[in-house]
C-alpha cells in the first residue's frame, strides 16, 4: 500500500523561529513530491520536487528531497504567524491520473 | 487563468438524504478532474478521479458516486448519506497531456455534516 507519513503531527513556535517539517515516503511508483500549504479551506501549492538534492525555495521556504532515502523536507526560516496553517505533504504516481497520496499533514502554529 | 469553483460551501443533511456536490473547472480544456475527502486530523483521501467526460475511476469502495457529464464539470453524488459520510470534500484539477507531471490545483471545498 502506497503511504507518506509526516512528522510532527503538530507543532508550536514563536515568530523568527525556523522549523523543519519531515515527510517519509513509500510507494510503488514515485513520480514526485510537492508540498501544500492549507489554511482554512483550499491547499495551495508550494513546491514540486522531481529530482534529488536540488532546493527549491521561495522566500523563507525551501524543499529538498532525497529519493534515496525516500525523504522530503520543508524549511521555513524567521516564521511568521502567517506561516500559521497545516503543511501537507503528497508523493504523485506514475502511471494513470496523475493522483495523488498525502500524508496526515503538520499543523503548525506560530506565536507572537 | 485557470480557476475552480466547488459549491456549496457547507451542508447539513439528514442520514438517509441524497447528496450532490458539484465543481466547475473554468480557463482550461479536458482537465483531469478529481474528488479527495479530508476528515478532521487526517489526510487527504482520493475518491474518484477523471481523465475525460463519462471516465470515472473509483479509488475506494464507498457510498458515494461521481459522475462528468460535461468535459469541465465534476458531480459527486448519494442516494442515502452516512453518518460516516461527513467530512471536508475537496475537488482538484490537473492538466493532461504534455504536463502529466503537474500540481493537483484545489477548490474551496465543501463542509458536510451528516446528522
Known amino acids: 500500500e502506497d503511504k507518506v507519513v509526516q512528522s510532527p503531527l503538530s507543532l508550536v513556535v514563536h515568530e523568527g523561529d525556523t522549523v523543519t517539517l519531515n515527510c517519509s515516503y513509500e510507494?510503488?511508483?514515485?513520480?514526485?513530491l510537492l508540498w501544500y500549504k492549507q489554511e482554512k479551506k483550499a491547499p495551495t501549492f508550494l513546491f514540486m520536487l522531481t529530482s534529488s538534492g536540488i532546493e527549491k525555495k521561495s522566500g523563507r521556504l525551501s524543499s529538498i528531497l532525497d529519493k534515496k532515502e525516500l525523504f522530503s523536507i520543508l524549511n521555513i526560516t524567521a516564521t511568521q504567524t502567517g506561516d500559521s496553517a497545516v503543511y501537507l505533504c503528497?508523493?504523485?504516481?506514475?502511471?494513470?491520473?496523475?493522483?495523488?497520496?498525502f500524508g496526515a499533514g503538520t499543523i503548525l502554529r506560530v506565536k507572537s | 487563468s485557470q480557476t475552480i469553483h466547488q459549491w456549496p460551501a457547507t451542508l447539513v443533511q439528514p442520514v438517509g438524504s441524497p447528496l450532490s456536490l458539484e465543481c466547475t473547472v473554468e480557463?482550461?480544456?479536458?482537465?483531469?478532474l478529481y474528488w479527495y475527502r479530508q476528515a478532521a486530523g487526517r489526510g487527504l483521501q482520493l475518491l474518484f478521479y477523471s481523465v475525460g467526460i463519462g471516465q470515472i475511476s473509483s479509488e475506494v469502495p464507498q457510498n458515494l458516486s461521481a459522475s462528468r457529464p460535461q468535459d469541465r464539470q465534476f458531480i459527486l453524488s448519494s442516494k442515502k448519506l452516512l453518518l460516516s459520510d461527513s467530512g471536508f470534500y475537496l475537488c482538484a484539477w490537473s492538466p493532461t497531456g504534455g504536463h502529466y507531471n503537474s500540481p493537483l490545483h484545489f477548490g474551496n471545498g465543501t463542509r458536510l455534516t451528516v446528522t
Open positions: 480557463g482550461t480544456s479536458n482537465p483531469n
Open positions: 503528497a508523493v504523485a504516481l506514475g502511471g494513470y491520473g496523475n493522483k495523488l497520496v
Open positions: 510507494v510503488t511508483n514515485f513520480r514526485s
